[in-house]
C-alpha cells in the first residue's frame, strides 16, 4: 500500500480528531466521569459504582489531567493518541492485502466513519479499546505467520496482551478478547500437532520453561488492584453502615414522608411501619430528606444513628437546612447528623459509618477470599495444562503462554463486572434482539443520522449479508491457495462470529441487554476490515472477480469521503448532542449576569445537563451555584429545553443546535 497515501489519510484525520477534541464542548459522560474518578481522590479511580469507569482511560485521563490540568483537550488526549495507534496498526492490516488498491480503499473506509471517529475525540474509552484490539489483532496473525518459536511467543504475548489491555480500556471488549484467546489457543493446539506430523523433536526444555515473572507481577498487580476496588465498594458489606430510622412527631405526621439520600445524591423513599420510618437492610445513608406539606410542619424529629439517638426540632440549624419546593417545606440533615464520618473519602459522606477500622477489616477479608479463588484457579488452569502435555495435545509452555494472560484478563475485570452486575449499572441496551438493537442501532450512527435513501437500513443489512458470504467465499478460496502471509480473512470472520456468540449466550445466561450504539462500536471497525480482507480473497479469483472487487471497495472509499464531508463537524457528537451549547450558555450567562467576578448567580438545570454545566461554570469567573430543576426557590437562571420554560420568563439566549434555552428566573435587579 502506498506509504504516501497511507500517511496523509491518518495525518489528515488524526487532525481531524485533533481538532474536535479542542472544539466539541464537552459530554455528559465525560463530566460525570470527571467529576467522579479524575478530579476525585486517586482511589476512586478504582471505583465502580456505575459503568461509566473505563478503567484504563481513567487512569491515562488521571495522568493527563495532573500534568495538564481540566481543559478538554488535555483530558482528550489518551483517546487522541489512541486514534494514532489505531492508524498505525490499521496501515498494517490492510499491509497484508495482496491487492494495493483494495489496500488503500480499505484504509479509508477504516479509518473515515464519522461515528467512529468520534470516540477518538471524547475522554472515554471506546477508541483506545478499538485500537488496542486492533494492535491484539496484528500480533495475532503475526504469530499466525511466524514458525519461529521464540518470535512467535513474543507476538503472542503482545497480542493477548494488549487484548487484556483492551477490555482494561472498555469492558464491552470482553466479546473480542474471548475470540482472541480462543483462536490463539487452537493455534498453538495446530502447531504442535503438526510439529508431531513433521516429526520435528520438540525440545524438552522449551516445553517445560515457566518464565517466573509475569506470575509474579500478576501476584503483585492483583495484590493491590483487589484490595483497591474493594475498598472503594460502598455495597461490600452491611457492617459497614449502622441502623437508621427517624420518628416525626406533630399533627401532620401522617403526612410526612422520609427520603434516604445515597452518596450520588439519590433519593429512595423509605418505609414506615408504626410511625417510625426506617431502611430494610442495613445501607450507607449520605442524607436524610423530610417533605412536609407546609401547613403540616413536623413539632420534632427524632433520628436514631446506632446507638445515636439525635431529638431536634426541624428548624434547628445545627441538624437540618430548610427550603420550600412548590407546595412542599423541605428539610434536608447537616454534616452535624452524623455518627462520626470516615476518612475515606469515597465514604466521606455516609452518615452512619460505622468505623474505619471495620472497613479495614471487612476489605482484608474480602481480598483474602477474592485472592484465594484467584489462587484456586492458577492451581486448576495448571493441573489442565499438565493434562494436555500428558496426553500430548499441548506442551505445557503453550497453554502457560495462554493461561496467564487470561489470569490478568480475570484480574482486570471480574470484580468490575461483578460489582457493576450486582448494582444493576448493566442496564444499558436494548431488548428486541440482536439485528432490532445491534445491527439496527449501528446502521442509523454509522451514518450518523443522516438518510441518503428511504430504505437504506434494508439495503445495508442486505449488504452485510453479501460481506459474510464474501467471507465465508474467501476463508474456501484461501483454504485451496494457502499463501504465508495471509490476509487474516478467517482470523477477522471467526473473531466476529465469536463475537456474536458470545454477546448473544450473555443475553441469554445472564439477561444483559443487547449491545447497542457506542457500546457496539468495535462492530463498525470490524465489519469494515472484514469487508476489505473479503474483497481482497474475492479479487484472486480472476480478472473480473478482481474488476468487481475493486470497483466495489472504491467505490465504498468515495462513499466513505463523501459521508464524511458531509457529516464532519467540531460543534457537537450525535449520542450527546444537548450538551453542544452547554459551554456557550455557560458565557451568555457570564453576560447577562452583570455582575463582578466572584459574584455568587444561581442556576437551575435539567439533570441531563448538570454535570457538563456543573463541569463549565467551574471554570466561570462568577461563583455559579448549579442545581437540578426543580431547584430551590430563588434561581436567578433557568437552562431548559426551549418551550418548557413558564410564560413570562425573559428568554436570555435560545440555541438552534441543540433546541435549548436560557432564561432569567426572575426580573435583573
Request: hydrophobic share 50%; net charge positive; glycine share 6%.
Amino acid at each position: 500500500m502506498s506509504k504516501v497515501l497511507s500517511t496523509a489519510v491518518s495525518v489528515f484525520l488524526l487532525t481531524y480528531v485533533a481538532a474536535r477534541a479542542i472544539q466539541v464542548p464537552f459530554t455528559y459522560d465525560e463530566a460525570a466521569t470527571y467529576f467522579r474518578f479524575i478530579a476525585a481522590d486517586p482511589l476512586a479511580l478504582f471505583s465502580f459504582p456505575v459503568a461509566t469507569n473505563h478503567l484504563l482511560n481513567t487512569v491515562l485521563t488521571k495522568l493527563a489531567y495532573t500534568v495538564g490540568g481540566s481543559a478538554e483537550w488535555v483530558l482528550r488526549l489518551p483517546s487522541v493518541l489512541a486514534f494514532a495507534l489505531f492508524a498505525w496498526f490499521s496501515t498494517r492490516l490492510m499491509d497484508r492485502l495482496a491487492d494495493r488498491i483494495i489496500a488503500c480503499a480499505g484504509l479509508v473506509l477504516l479509518l473515515s466513519n464519522p461515528f467512529l471517529l468520534e470516540f477518538f475525540a471524547l475522554s472515554r474509552g471506546y477508541g483506545l479499546s478499538i485500537a488496542l484490539l486492533f494492535g491484539s489483532l496484528c500480533f495475532l496473525l503475526r504469530f499466525l505467520d511466524d514458525d519461529s518459536a521464540t518470535q512467535g511467543s513474543r507476538n503472542l504475548a503482545w497480542s493477548l496482551g494488549l487484548a487484556v489491555l483492551a477490555v482494561a480500556a472498555n469492558f464491552t471488549m470482553l466479546n473480542l478478547a474471548i475470540g482472541v484467546f480462543g483462536i490463539a489457543l487452537v493455534v498453538c493446539m495446530v502447531n504442535h500437532r503438526r510439529t508431531r506430523r513433521a516429526g520435528r523433536a520438540i525440545s524438552t526444555a522449551r516445553v517445560d520453561r515457566v518464565p517466573w515473572w509475569p506470575l509474579v507481577a500478576l501476584a503483585l498487580f492483583a495484590a493491590g488492584f483487589v484490595p483497591a476496588v474493594l475498598s472503594q465498594d460502598l455495597g461490600l458489606s452491611e457492617h459497614l453502615y449502622q441502623p437508621v430510622s427517624v420518628t416525626i412527631e406533630g399533627p401532620g405526621s401522617d403526612r410526612v414522608v422520609v427520603h434516604r439520600l445515597d452518596a450520588r445524591g439519590r433519593a429512595s423513599r423509605m418505609s414506615m411501619e408504626q410511625g417510625t420510618w426506617a431502611l430494610p437492610r442495613r445501607q450507607h445513608v449520605s442524607g436524610l430528606r423530610i417533605e412536609s406539606p407546609r401547613d403540616a410542619d413536623p413539632q420534632q424529629i427524632t433520628v436514631v444513628l446506632g446507638e445515636r439517638r439525635v431529638h431536634s426540632a426541624p428548624h434547628d440549624r445545627q441538624f437540618w437546612t430548610a427550603y420550600d419546593r412548590g407546595p412542599l417545606r423541605i428539610y434536608e440533615s447537616t454534616a452535624a447528623l452524623s455518627t462520626g464520618r470516615s476518612r475515606i473519602p469515597t465514604f466521606g459522606s455516609v452518615i452512619n459509618w460505622s468505623g474505619d477500622a471495620i472497613h479495614a477489616r471487612q476489605v482484608a477479608i474480602r481480598t483474602a477470599v477474592v485472592l484465594t479463588l484467584l489462587g484456586l484457579l492458577a492451581g486448576l488452569l495448571e493441573v489442565v495444562g499438565r493434562l494436555l502435555r500428558r496426553v500430548d495435545v499441548l506442551p505445557l509452555s503453550d497453554w502457560r503462554a495462554v493461561a496467564v494472560p487470561l489470569l490478568w484478563l480475570i484480574s482486570v475485570a471480574a470484580i468490575p463486572l461483578y460489582l457493576l452486575k450486582r448494582n444493576r449499572e448493566l442496564y444499558f441496551g436494548g431488548t428486541e434482539g440482536f439485528l432490532e438493537d445491534t445491527v439496527g442501532s449501528l446502521i442509523a450512527d454509522a451514518f450518523y443520522g443522516t438518510t441518503y435513501a428511504p430504505n437504506q437500513s434494508q439495503v445495508v443489512s442486505a449488504v452485510l449479508f453479501l460481506i459474510i458470504a464474501a467471507a465465508i467465499l474467501g476463508v474456501v478460496v484461501q483454504a485451496r491457495r494457502p499463501v504465508r502471509p495471509q490476509s487474516g480473512l478467517a482470523t477477522v470472520l471467526t473473531l466476529t462470529v465469536v463475537a456474536v456468540v458470545v454477546q448473544l449466550a450473555e443475553q441469554a445466561l445472564l439477561g444483559t441487554p443487547s449491545l447497542i450504539g457506542r457500546t457496539a462500536l468495535f462492530y463498525i471497525p470490524l465489519v469494515l476490515l472484514l469487508t476489505a480482507l473479503s474483497l481482497d480473497a474475492v479479487a484472486s479469483l480472476g480478472r473480473v472477480p478482481r474488476g468487481i472487487a475493486v470497483a466495489t471497495m472504491v467505490v465504498g472509499a468515495i462513499a466513505a469521503v463523501a459521508h464524511f464531508a458531509n457529516t464532519a463537524n467540531v460543534t457537537h457528537t450525535r449520542d450527546w448532542q444537548g450538551d453542544a451549547s452547554t459551554r456557550l450558555m455557560i458565557e451568555d450567562l457570564e453576560q447577562a449576569a452583570g455582575r463582578p467576578a466572584g459574584a455568587r448567580v444561581r442556576l437551575a438545570v435539567y439533570p441531563f445537563f448538570y454535570p457538563v454545566t456543573r463541569f463549565y461554570a467551574g471554570k466561570s469567573p462568577l461563583a455559579i451555584d448549579v442545581e437540578v430543576v426543580p431547584a430551590r426557590e430563588g434561581s436567578d437562571f433557568l437552562f431548559l429545553r426551549d418551550g418548557s420554560q413558564e410564560p413570562g420568563m425573559e428568554v436570555v439566549s435560545r440555541y438552534s443546535l441543540t433546541r435549548n434555552v436560557l432564561v432569567r428566573a426572575r426580573p435583573s435587579p
